[in-house]
């Protein structure tokens, strides 16, 4: 029999890729964390949710199989959310889905599971499964499924909707689909061979969930059960991480007593002549004691496991929260147990990236069953034992960033915070072991502390989004649509999708400890660079590496006017990571037309210095788009990326690269004179600094500052997407704003979603379908109703091209009941669906005017279509005309003090 490789030489194949789970923020610990891993030692079934967005998963089962059965539970989100709103910041995109990916692993570290990915990319509103599949690769999202349920090995899998028209969006459609066909196909090594999707698996049982799909439930459960030594129910526990899920407005109460969820069995290998409605649990049918994977091993290897199970039973009835040391005897017969049973089992999953095959075995559906039983219970003997023991290891380093090729010292501190003396014997980092040559017993209530050095750390770039570096002027759009994510399909290897996302580390530490008799290894945790906040208190950040010299604009798009002088100043920042000066010579990238001065062409950076450099950029552009960017060149090389650091108190903080390159956004545009708007920001709302770079004077407020902003100096007031929504403050000033277009004034307000047709919102009522329609085909034909509207005239003559090129969609949550006193010079719709009339509305109110629009200005304006700066412009000058200019010399808005 071929025998399992050391993990170490995996760990260092992949690098820090690989890790184990660890205690993090929002997990257990303490006595709840012990319960949770010696009642689960020898607990071995698994269940995969699959379903498609962060926020889609039902965190009331995960949590419930979880923390209450103990049972190994995971969900693959198809996407990582990118196409979303976002009610927390401005990201979108791409960013939007690096935010969405760390909310995920943030619930996740509540309600106990897993989380995995496919490399699908969520472009946004999809009205059927047949629409996604123009988009989505059918058989590369199946393939990506299929690789999941191979490497975690579900015995069952529940899949979160119902693969119908009932599911709404069509991305929960394709979910439900490609969940049954994994189901289905798993097994077949023809149309997904094992060397490029790893060994076979077939899952024993498949559900949907009935709770809200309306699928008729087969097994009802109750997640709101009480577990005494948490504090809390499993349903509380799924509102908590629920709520984790802020940028979309998800936030839930945790309710207390009974919470009643449900599921319908569709498929079974088990128990097929069972009726489905005779069910008492999800695994009716299988076995779930030890006894299932006895054909897995050898006899000595049943009969190791036979003992842990006895031990594990004992230490589960001993155990005492206040002296849990009681326990360690039975624990350390357990951890002894299960490795001497691990160290023996054959080595049967494919690594991602680690290229040895000679030595992989083509194992057994039951060796493959029994190999990931093993390792869960050698995961969990050991936590439970460490914990019992009191032993907690942590990882520091002196600073958050290391530049590539520096290195730093990293402390490792070993502290024994219970009450029987243990043994270190050797340290981790980085895959790397080093053994003591004198072993350190550490007393009870003492530490110890070691430093090794870090050297070359991995990028810390989320990993999906990594095959655009190096390229200077990479569209700075995200991907539209398809399965746009880094992977290793092109390489022969097992696909990157198999890796939890949970486990994906820049940096790794660990130690090895005696406890007792038994030697077992720490969890792999993170290097993180530990400070504290005045305001927060402690803050911990993982490590990770960063180029020497990173260049970042404010912005990743300039507006300009075309045919018109421009003159203004670019800000560059240059930020080392180095530990020694280092000097750099700047080139500028620029093109014909423009002329750049005001730059320091060689500049020298002190260690970890950050500098401000201003680009003069004088000259004229014909429309059109272009590039421009700087790249610093020094004795290590060019270096032509940056990045900004996106941060938010529920998730880890998140390095968000892009080139130093940037797009001029050339547009023939006319921007009436003497305006003066005030722009109350909405929700994933960036359109203001455009609408500055075009000319326009804008002053952003906020809600809060509304009541002390004098109105009779400002021409048009427009509300970003979603404000109402966001802003309480907003609604209740909302009397003021609409008594200023009364006035004469102009007040622009991008689209919302039910609440506008609360009374008192707009000037006349509007109402919306329960599904507010959309306009989700961003080539979908616009009619115009009225060609002399005045908003499609002027300042710009709207035509056929300014609805090239748009993105993601047209229109979204359009009302269906719209007042007559509304003008609506434009119809859309995508087709095969009634005609809608919502995507402008304009009305006179008193003597100013009232502009609503449902069209995605703010998707489209960032992204440099230059129809919607066009439209932006004569939707906020819609109270304007040539024959009533306002005064040539306006007093600009001002917020009193």
Known sequence: MTMRLPRTLVACAVLCQLATSRPALGQERGAAALDHFVHGLMVTPRVLVIAAHPDDEDTQLIAWLSRGRHVETAYLSLTRGDGGQNLIGNELGEALGAIRTQELLAARRIDGGHQYFTRAYDFGFSKSAEETFKHWDHEEV?????????????????????????????????????????????????????????????????????????????????????????????????????????????????????????????????????????????????????????????????????????????????????????????????????????????????PVGYRRRQDFVNCTPAQLDADAAIEQMHARSSAALLEAAGVVVEATAERELLAFGDSMPATITVYNRGRQPVVVSAVRLNGYTSHLPNPVVLAPDSSWRTSRMLVGLLDTRPWWLGGRKGDLFADKRSPSDGLGRVSAVSSGLLRGVAIREDVRRETEAGVTVTVGSVTVESPRAPVVYRFADPVLGEQNRPVGGAPAVSLSFDRGLEWMQAGKPVDKMLRLTLQSYSTTARTYTLNVVSPDGLTVDSATRKVTLEPLESRELFLRVRGTLAEGRYQFGVIAEGEMGKYAEGFRTIEYSHIHPIRLYRTSGLWLQSVAITVPVGLQTVYVQGVGDLSAAGLRQLGVPVTVVTPQELPLVDLTRVTTVIVGPRAYQASPELRAYNPRLLQFVKDGGTMLVQYGQQEMARPGLMPYPVSFARSAQRVTLEEAPVTVRDPKAHVLNWPNRIGERDWADWVQERSLYMPSVIDPQYAAPLEMHDPGEPENTGAILTTRYGKGTYVYTTLSLFRQFPAGVPGSARLFVNLLSAGRTPARPVPARPVPARVQP
């Open 142 to 350: 199946l393939r990506d499924v299929v690789t999941v349920v191979r490497a975690f090995r579900p015995h069952v899998i529940v899949a979160v909707f119902s693969g119908t028209e009932r599911d709404g969006h069509g991305h929960h459609q394709v979910s439900g689909i490609v969940a049954r066909e994994a189901y289905d196909l798993s097994a077949d090594t023809v149309r997904f061979p094992v060397e490029a999707f790893g060994p076979v698996w077939e899952a024993q049982k498949f559900y949907r969930g009935a709770r809200f799909t309306g699928v008729q439930a087969t097994l009802s459960f109750n997640t709101g059960e009480y577990n005494p030594v948490a504090g809390r129910s499993y349903a509380e526990i799924a509102g908590e991480s629920r709520s984790q899920h802020r940028s979309q407005g998800f936030g839930v109460l945790q309710r207390r007593g009974v919470a009643m969820n449900a599921v319908a069995r569709q498929a079974s290998r088990v128990n097929e002549a069972t009726p489905a409605t005779s069910e008492r649990s999800l695994f009716d049918g299988i076995d779930t004691t030890i006894a299932r994977i006895d054909a897995g091993l050898t006899p000595d290897q049943r009969q190791l496991l036979r003992t842990a199970l006895v031990r594990a039973d004992s230490a589960g009835a001993m155990l005492d929260f206040r002296r849990p040391e009681q326990a360690i005897p039975h624990l350390s017969m357990v951890a002894a147990s299960v490795e001497a049973v691990r160290s023996r089992m054959p080595y049967c999953q494919l």
